[in-house]
């Protein structure tokens, strides 16, 4: 109950006076889960929602910001669906770091972490905060099969030196 009480309050903390409160509220932490990675799909797009929380899903000790972005970065689709709802294009097929930063400062946040890793000298790395939120973002964005083979498969592709495109000369 404590971890569905703190999702729950980070949405009414969203709340304007103007806003009538919802008439559902969630019964559960997994249901309030879904339903603010629902709310980050509407409000970030579902692709970049999709393949950031498979690829945090995928990665063992988490990632960091950078790691994130440039991975995303070197998923085609991604970058398409981002490029495609931008009121102008972009001058780098890239995920825009002001995206990001929404998505995972804002939207996602409360099922997010981050902590130091000595293997990364240091450097923050983002987490689930949960292994509820890990599950449920598991079950819509990384299940078994398919999904799971392109996020292990695109977390390889990058540690493995696939970069995104380079900036025109």
Do not use: Y
């Amino acid at each position: 109950r404590p971890l569905h009480l703190a999702l729950l309050g980070t949405r009414a903390a969203r709340w304007t006076s103007s806003l009538a409160p919802p008439q559902n509220l969630s019964r559960s932490a997994e249901e309030e889960a879904a339903a603010m990675l629902a709310r980050a799909e509407a409000a970030c797009g579902a692709a970049l929602v999709a393949g950031a929380c498979g690829l945090l899903c995928a990665a063992r000790d988490g990632l960091s910001v950078a790691e994130l972005q440039h991975a995303l970065s070197c998923d085609d689709g991604i970058v398409a669906s981002l490029v495609a709802a931008a009121p102008r294009p972009p001058p780098l097929a890239r995920v825009p770091p002001a995206a990001l930063r929404l998505l995972l400062t804002v939207e996602i946040a409360p099922l997010l972490r981050q902590s130091d890793a000595a293997a990364h000298g240091g450097a923050p790395l983002l987490r689930w905060r949960t292994s509820l939120g890990r599950r449920v973002a598991t079950q819509r964005h990384c299940a078994p099969g398919a999904a799971a083979a392109r996020c292990h498969r695109a977390l390889a592709q990058f540690f493995g030196g696939a970069r995104p495109p380079a900036p025109p000369p």
